[in-house]
């Protein structure tokens, strides 16, 4: 495709602030993306009204010198810019929309999904006490989620895991998100996680601490998972071969877009490591996405990618949209209706 033109709609959605993506194609075709930045760089780098801005100034200009654009031609295109890998993320996933749309193909055969539907998990927050965790627990186990990730901290991790453990039981499959809170003078304390049977333990040290990663996995018999540290093909085969990781979460948005996601999962598949998708609170549109990659034959933990209209859970699993490119639109009266203006 040709680019000719791209619109950005920032709007609120309940839980988060969105950035939205439309390219239209000098033949009509038209492609929706979705920036996963959150407002501030706390958890990334990369921030949303500067996603926004690197996409205005920067990616858009470079994708519109290309006259013949093709999805896996985007990255490329794009490689002399440093970083913003969710802002790439976005504008790749508009033109793999756009294009796949045209072709009446759907996201998840392109990239080769095997799964009809995907097994989904809750993510659980630090919550105020307790009592109201097992309540939060308790309705996301109610509802059919095949798995529940509890989000963990210094101050908040033994005795939550302990107490979720111990109520719903050893057949619960439970997952522990430390999002690099701790350092490795918590390892001891961290290794008494063992005793709660977890399904794995996510990212508790820094992104560029492999090394750490790798001590803690060799004394801990929870597997350890990367998240943040795994930023691309390469960060993932340098994670694998350093022992830092056993386990991948694979986010599009994180290592620059789903070609790259794909790749880090067929190289993953070829050496027996298990992978799941993450979730970054997206809109339905970004969740549909994920669900396409989700549907890949490594992807056998399940993923981040809670029920949000117009995805809907059936039993513990969400069918996979099999419609031409992502296979949703978003609807223009909620645009309308939650986009900022200015
Ligand atoms: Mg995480």
Known sequence: MRIVSAELRTFRTTVRRSLLVRVTGSLGEEGWGECVADDEPTHSAEYLEGAADVIRRFLLPAL??????????????????????????????????????????????????????????????????????????????SAGYARIKLKIQPGWDLEPVRVVRETFGGGLMLTADASMAYTPASARHLARLDAYGLALLEQPYDADDLHGHAMLAARMETPICLDESITSARAAIAALRAGAC???????GRVGGYLEARRIHDLCLAADVP??????????????????????????LPGDISATDPVVLDGDSIAVPDGPGIGVTPSEDALEAFTQKG
């Open 64 to 141: 519109l010198a290309v006259p013949d654009l093709d999805p896996a031609g985007v990255a490329p295109a794009l490689a002399h810019l440093r970083g913003q890998p969710m802002a790439k993320s976005a504008m790749e996933m508009a033109v793999l929309d756009a294009v796949l749309r045209a072709r009446g193909l759907s996201l998840a055969s392109y990239l080769g999904a095997v799964r009809r539907s995907v097994q989904v998990g809750a993510s659980v927050g630090i919550a105020d006490s307790l009592d109201s965790l097992l309540d939060t627990v308790d309705r996301h186990v």
């Open 275 to 300: 992978v799941w998708c993450g979730g970054t609170l997206e809109t339905g549109l970004g969740r549909a996405a994920n669900l396409a990659l989700a549907a890949l034959p490594g992807f056998t």
């Open 246 to 252: 056993s386990i991948i979460n694979i986010k599009p």
